[in-house]
């Protein structure tokens, strides 16, 4: 819930710089639902923190 609580604040701000807004957008471009376009982004977001979290510890 929270996640999506994150792509909904995305959505209303419309930063154009963040990949993660990009990725929806495109993916909203493709035909993919909105709520599907939107799951996609959390994805995106999540790989995307797991990453940065773990250089992070290395």
Known sequence: KACYEV????KMHKPQDD???LF????????KPLNVAKMAAINKFLRIY?????????
């Open 19 to 21: 990949p993660v807004y």
């Open 7 to 10: 792509m909904q604040c995305l």
């Open 50 to 58: 797991y990453a940065r979290v773990m250089e992070l510890y290395k």
């Open 24 to 31: 929806m957008i495109k993916k909203e471009e493709e035909g």
